[in-house]
């Protein structure tokens, strides 16, 4: 069945640098996109959402890219922290509302220090 | 404001056992999804409830109910409890038009021994 997908399980990058989190997604139709971030014990927290008539959308030290020629997905975060050490997902949904969502498999991003 | 809040936060069941676990969304929205992540995968969407009517619905077993009521909290039942359906569920709201972001409770561990 059609999925969303995460290219790597696990991300380890130096405090202050940038880090660079994807996604694939299957579904050509999926018009709407959202990336979480989930720390242990808590549940998934909003960071930045996407439609499919923008390629690029910008937050506080975030950004996140749509490539929908290769359906590809990916999120920025700039000067990583310490704070950011959580695991990320990405999810999307068809009916263009986060309230049937498809969520990846996720990434666990480590900051060192 | 109080944010999407899960009851109870732990529970042990034993197989072949019943389950309800509550959601209250945040004050003013009216939509209501449960999903349910087991260790390692990201969240598996189960339910959608709106307006106290069932709006969509996973792949799970009709083990698995739910409902909404006139306040627009819900309950999540499972019936029958396997070993399998040791996860954390959780509770998303959102609003009902407008801002599609789904805020997401600290969820419910579920364990079945």
């Known amino acids: 069945g059609e999925s969303v997908g995460l290219h790597l399980p696990t991300l380890s990058v130096q405090e202050g640098d940038n880090s660079i989190i994807n996604c694939a997604y299957s579904?050509?139709?999926?018009?709407?996109f959202i990336w979480y971030k989930q720390e242990s014990g808590k549940g998934p927290q909003f960071i930045i959402d996407i439609r499919s008539n923008m390629d690029k959308r910008q937050g506080q030290r975030v950004t996140v890219l749509l490539n929908k020629t290769v359906k590809h997905l990916s999120l920025q975060i700039a000067a990583t922290q310490p704070g950011d050490s959580a695991v990320y997902f990405c999810?999307?949904?068809?009916?263009?509302?986060?309230?049937?969502?498809?969520f990846g498999s996720g990434t666990q991003l480590t900051v060192l220090p | 404001d109080a944010g999407v809040t899960q009851s109870p936060t732990h529970l042990i069941k034993t197989r072949g056992q019943h389950v309800t676990l509550r959601c209250s969304p945040i004050s003013g929205h009216k939509s209501v999804s449960w999903y349910q992540q087991v260790l390692g995968q990201g969240p598996q969407f189960i339910f959608q409830y709106y307006e106290k009517e069932e709006r969509g619905r996973g792949n799970f077993p009709d083990r698995f109910s739910a409902r909404q009521f006139p306040n627009y909290s819900s309950e999540l039942n499972v019936n029958a409890l396997l070993l399998g359906d040791s996860a954390l569920y959780l509770c998303?709201?959102?609003?009902?038009?407008?801002?599609?972001?789904?805020?997401f409770g600290q969820g419910t561990r579920l364990t079945v021994v």
């Open positions: 579904n050509s139709a999926s018009d709407y």
């Open positions: 999810a999307e949904n068809l009916s263009g509302s986060a309230r049937q969502l498809t």
């Open positions: 998303a709201s959102s609003t009902p038009t407008g801002n599609t972001e789904a805020f």
